[in-house]
């Protein structure tokens, strides 16, 4: 039994050889696109619950008023509401 492959079969073995790498290729970008999604939510809720406990610590302005701890306090704030920028201004391209 002489077994002949004509041109016609090879190319359509090739080509469902290639869509299923291609799938698979299109699958695992998805998956890390996801998680990737998922970690700028996350870090975008963890900014802003760091922004609001900022606020609740210091509601009565008291580390504002005193030298060291207040610069040292303004300087953590200041980080804060600059990463969050950068954040925000990131989403905005996406």
């Not at 290639?18 to 999604?37: A, G, S, V």
């Amino acid at each position: 039994m002489n077994i002949v492959l004509s041109p016609l079969i090879v190319a359509t073995i090739a080509l469902i050889g290639f869509i299923i790498i291609l799938l698979y290729i299109i699958y695992n970008l998805y998956k890390k696109n996801t998680i990737y999604e998922n970690w700028t939510e996350n870090t975008v809720d963890k900014i802003n619950n760091l922004q609001s406990d900022i606020k609740n610590i210091d509601d009565r302005g008291i580390f504002e008023k005193d030298d060291e701890v207040g610069s040292i306090f303004e300087e953590i704030s200041n980080l804060i509401k600059d990463f969050d920028h950068d954040v925000k201004s990131n989403n905005k391209e996406l």
